[in-house]
């Protein structure tokens, strides 16, 4: 089983979609894929289609907390072995969804000891994936740090524009910070998202990004920005390789996930 977190500080650089599509192109090529959403916003899980109210023992509050049984969660901490709740079906892959009530555990984790570790406990425990993908929120916070603890690799989600690469110092400075607890935590891929290549400053930012993160990772081939594909798959709550099968943006989302397979599997 490989545990990948999609981490990049920055918010709109394509985790959520990112995570979506990939982990659906996984499921089709026989891995049994785990999609884990650990934003509060829940963006991941409405894309995905679920569209029923999640309850705070459906997330990964029992996994990192405890039980969620009282009103407002306020699980124990004790030592006994906290697990991830039964996963959701969508679109052929298993999702523990999230939830705005999720948001708590920036604040509960703090006063459990290495509090930072249970995500990473808890997937350890699974049986039955080959895949488990993270899809953090957008910050430095502790659900961010849970998520990318839990990890065996990191693929950072990049566009190729000014924000991308504004953002490359401290996505590096963080994995390095974030291997004190989890110390084989490499960068497997850098996944280049959102590229239009009409313009010259994304052409010139894609040159550049190759110069300098190839020597740190694999530098993925671009996935083009189509933002009429990208929201109207989001409302019909699908992957885009189900949105648009056999189009352009499936090829792409299919080939950065061949990429990803090729550092993963060799
Ligand atoms: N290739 C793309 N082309 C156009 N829009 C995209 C593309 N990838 C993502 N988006 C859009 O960009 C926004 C941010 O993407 P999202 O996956 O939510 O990023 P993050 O999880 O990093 O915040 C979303 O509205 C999404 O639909
Ligand atoms: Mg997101």
């Known amino acids: 089983?490989?545990?990948?977190?999609?981490?990049?500080?920055?918010?709109?650089?394509?985790?959520?979609?990112t995570v979506r599509d990939v982990g659906y192109v996984l499921?089709?090529?026989?891995?049994?894929?785990?999609?884990?959403?650990?934003?509060?916003?829940?963006?991941?899980?409405?894309?995905?289609?679920?569209?029923d109210d999640i309850a705070l023992a459906q997330t990964i509050y029992p996994a990192v907390i405890g039980e969620a049984d009282r009103d407002g969660?306020?699980?124990?901490?004790?030592?006994?072995?906290?697990?991830?709740?039964?996963?959701?079906?969508?679109?052929?892959?298993?999702?523990?969804?999230a939830n705005l009530s999720i948001a708590i555990v920036e604040r509960e984790i703090?006063?459990?000891?290495?509090?930072?570790?249970?995500?990473?406990?808890?997937?350890?425990?699974?049986?039955?994936?080959?895949?488990?993908?993270i899809d953090p929120p957008p910050s430095l916070g502790q659900l961010s740090a849970l998520a990318v603890?839990?990890?065996?690799?990191?693929?950072?989600?990049?566009?190729?524009?000014?924000?991308?690469?504004?953002?490359?110092?401290?996505?590096?400075?963080m994995v390095r910070e974030y291997r004190k607890a989890a110390r084989n935590l490499d960068i497997a891929l850098f996944a280049l998202t959102q590229h239009d290549r009409r313009t010259r400053h994304d052409r010139d930012s894609l040159e550049v990004i190759r110069e300098q993160l190839g020597a740190v990772a694999?530098?993925?081939?671009?996935?083009?920005?189509?933002p009429a594909y990208y929201s109207d798959a989001q409302v019909q709550g699908m992957p885009i390789s189900v949105y648009a099968?056999?189009?352009e943006a499936d090829l792409e989302v299919r080939r950065v996930t061949a990429e990803l397979?090729?550092?993963v599997e060799g």
């Open 149 to 173: 603890v839990a990890a065996d690799s990191i693929v950072v989600p990049l566009p190729t524009n000014r924000k991308g690469l504004d953002g490359i110092p401290t996505v590096i400075r």
């Open 261 to 263: 397979l090729e550092r």
């Open 245 to 247: 099968p056999g189009s």
């Open 218 to 226: 694999p530098v993925s081939t671009p996935l083009a920005s189509r």
């Open 27 to 51: 499921g089709e090529l026989g891995r049994r894929v785990l999609l884990i959403d650990v934003d509060p916003q829940a963006n991941l899980t409405r894309w995905l289609g679920v569209e």
């Open 110 to 133: 703090l006063s459990v000891f290495m509090g930072v570790v249970r995500l990473r406990e808890a997937v350890r425990r699974l049986e039955g994936y080959d895949y488990v993908l």
């Open 73 to 97: 969660g306020s699980g124990n901490s004790g030592d006994e072995e906290l697990r991830l709740p039964e996963p959701l079906q969508v679109h052929g892959m298993g999702l523990i969804p």
């Open 1 to 17: 089983m490989k545990v990948l977190t999609f981490f990049n500080h920055a918010g709109g650089v394509a985790k959520t979609s």
